[in-house]
C-alpha cells in the first residue's frame, strides 16, 4: 500500500520511510494505509503511540501485533474498547514475562507490569485466561496479579494459575478451597505438584469427588494417613477414587486390606502386584481376587438378566424411546442401554457388545441410526457410554442430522455382526 502511495517499485530495496511521510501517512483518510504504516517494524515509536489511538480498530491491532511498538503504545491498548485489540496485547505482553529480569531499565519492567496488571483486571475473560496462561510459571511477577487470577470467577482464568504457580502459599491455596464454587477449581489445586497435608486435608474435607479423585492421582499430594483413612472410608460410593487409591505410592497394610473390600477384580490385581506388599497381605488380596471374580461373575449374569427384562418390558409398551435410553445410560446402565440397542437395532446383543466394547464413536452413532434415535441421542451416548470429550465426539451435520450415508452406517453396524465373520 505504501508502495502505491509513494510509487516505490516492487523491489526489495526501497527507500527508508522520512518522518514527514509517516506523518502524512498517519493522518491518511484510508485505513488501510494507516494499517500498513502500524504494522511496518521500521516505523517510528512516536508514530506508533499515535496510531495506538486510532478510531480504526484494525489499525490499533497491527500496533498491538508489532513487535516493536513502544511500551506506552502497549500501555495506551491495554485499556482499548476493541476485545480483539487486548487479546492480541495480552498474548504479547505474556511472552515478555520471561524476559522481565533481563530487561536492562527498571522503567521497561515498571511499564510491562503495569500493562499485565490492567490486562488481568479487565472484563474479558478470555484476556484474563491468556494473561493467566501466560505468567502460570513465572516466578518475577508481582504475586498481586497472581493472587488476583487465582480467584478469579471464571474457572478457565484461575485453574492454570492454580495449579502451576509457585507464588501462591498455602494460606492462599486454603482460602480458595474454603470459597470454592467450582469442582473445575478444586481440581486445579488437587493437581498442584506438590501439596502440603493442611491443604489435601482441604480438598478432602469438600467431599467433591473429582477433586478428590485429582488429588489421589497426585503422587505429590501429602495426604496424611488418617485423612486417606477417611478417604477409603467412603471410596466404595466412589468409583473414581479406586483406581488412583490402588495406585498411590505408600500404602499400609490395613489400608490395603480395607481397598481390596471394595474395588473390581481388575484392581485388585493390581493392588496384589505392589511391590510393597508383604508376603501376608498378598496373599490375602489374592484369595479376594479369586472371591472377587466368582462374585463379579454372578451379578454379571443377574444383571444382563434383569436388564433384557426391564427392556422387554419397555419395547413392549412403545415407552423404549430417546429418553428412557439416555436416562439409563447417564445413571451408567450398561446392560440396559445395550439391550434396547439391540431390540430398537432388530440386531443382536453380540453386535451391541462389540460396538459398544469398540469404544468407536461412528460404530456407535451407526448403531443408533440403525435403531432409528436421534442424532442427538448419538452424541449423548458418545459423551456417557465411552466418555467422549470435545473432538473425540462424532458430531451432527446440520446440527441435527446423522453424519454418514445410509451405506456407511450400515457397512459400520455390518462389521461387527458376527454372522459376518469369516
Known sequence: MLDRLFGW?????????TYEQEKEVARHPDAVVRKDLAGRQDARPEILYFLAADPSSDVRRAVAENPTSPRQAKQLLATDSDDEVRLVLAHKIGRLVPDLDSM???QLQELTIDILTTLAQGQLPLVRQVIAEEIKNATQVPKSIVA?????????????????????TDDDLLEVVAGARQPAVLASVARRTQLSPAVCDAIVATGDEGSIASLLANHGAQIREDTLDRVIEAAPAHQPWHQPLVRRPTLSAPAVRRIAGFVAAALLDELAARSDLDSETERYVRQRVRERLKEEEGASSSDAADARARADVAFAAGKLDDEMIMAAAQEKDRPFVAQALALKSGGVAETVQGIMGSRSGRALVALCWKANLTMRTAVGLQRSLFGFRGAEIVNPRRGTDYPMTDEEMTWFVG????????
Not at 517499485?9 to 520511510?17: A, L, N, V, Y
Open 9 to 17: 517499485s516492487e523491489g526489495k530495496d526501497k527507500p527508508e520511510i
Open 104 to 106: 536492562e531499565a527498571s
Open 415 to 422: 462389521y461387527f455382526d458376527p454372522a459376518n465373520e469369516t
Open 148 to 168: 488476583k487470577l487465582a480467584r478469579d470467577v471464571e474457572a478457565v482464568v484461575s485453574a492454570p494459575v492454580l495449579q502451576y504457580s509457585v507464588l501462591l
